[in-house]
């Protein structure tokens, strides 16, 4: 599917990209805008895996092969299926949602219910994870935004909105199961 025997082709040089089906764009369009992001919250979540105990990186690892394919599936704005296409846009699945809601429940029933309002922080995996969160946030506002004017895979939107609460939750396990969360003081510095 992928062969990359060069890295630089100077095709972008103009300032704008391909889609995966081939059609070229700004490189500041909303949908490579919104694939982007996506691109930037696998880096980042590759930053948090460095934090990861075996458990939860074989869980970090499955979500990145899942933003690749939210990747592939932003990439492809035709969202029509060629049964004879050499390679039919990959799409991302309900399954796929609902297995982070699966270990969202998993990891959530370990965890006291919230009295305040949780500060990013505590342990280094769980700074990380928080970051995670807010870029999947970003992804996911650039998403539906971009859903607003083109076609979007609303799956793609599903997973980016329980992803965010994934890596919240994830926080929070990093965190001595919630023990050692940083919790939110209103008005502690007046």
């Given at each position: 599917m992928v062969v990359l025997s060069k890295i630089y082709t100077r095709t972008g040089d103009a300032g704008d990209t391909a889609l995966g089906n081939g059609e070229r764009v700004a490189k500041h369009s909303a949908?490579?805008?919104?694939?982007?992001?996506?691109?930037e919250l696998n880096a980042t979540l590759g930053m948090a895996r460095l934090y990861a105990p075996e458990d939860t990186d074989g869980q970090l690892s499955r979500i990145q092969n899942d933003l690749f394919d939210l990747g592939a599936d932003l990439c492809r704005p035709d969202m029509e299926m060629d049964a004879d296409a050499e390679?039919?846009?990959l799409r991302v699945t309900e399954a796929q949602v609902t297995r982070l809601e699966t270990e969202i429940d998993a990891m959530n029933a370990r965890l006291e219910p919230l009295r305040s309002f949780v500060l990013p922080g505590g342990t280094a995996l769980s700074a990380h994870l928080h970051l995670c969160r807010t870029v999947a946030r970003r992804a996911e506002r650039l998403t539906v935004d971009l859903a607003t004017d083109e076609q979007v895979n609303p799956a793609a939107v599903k997973y980016l909105n329980r992803l965010s609460d994934w890596f919240f939750v994830a926080a929070r396990i990093a965190n001595d199961d919630g023990r050692a969360d940083v919790l939110w003081k209103p008005g502690a510095n007046r």
């Amino acid at each position: 599917m992928v062969v990359l025997s060069k890295i630089y082709t100077r095709t972008g040089d103009a300032g704008d990209t391909a889609l995966g089906n081939g059609e070229r764009v700004a490189k500041h369009s909303a949908r490579v805008t919104a694939y982007g992001t996506v691109d930037e919250l696998n880096a980042t979540l590759g930053m948090a895996r460095l934090y990861a105990p075996e458990d939860t990186d074989g869980q970090l690892s499955r979500i990145q092969n899942d933003l690749f394919d939210l990747g592939a599936d932003l990439c492809r704005p035709d969202m029509e299926m060629d049964a004879d296409a050499e390679y039919p846009p990959l799409r991302v699945t309900e399954a796929q949602v609902t297995r982070l809601e699966t270990e969202i429940d998993a990891m959530n029933a370990r965890l006291e219910p919230l009295r305040s309002f949780v500060l990013p922080g505590g342990t280094a995996l769980s700074a990380h994870l928080h970051l995670c969160r807010t870029v999947a946030r970003r992804a996911e506002r650039l998403t539906v935004d971009l859903a607003t004017d083109e076609q979007v895979n609303p799956a793609a939107v599903k997973y980016l909105n329980r992803l965010s609460d994934w890596f919240f939750v994830a926080a929070r396990i990093a965190n001595d199961d919630g023990r050692a969360d940083v919790l939110w003081k209103p008005g502690a510095n007046r």
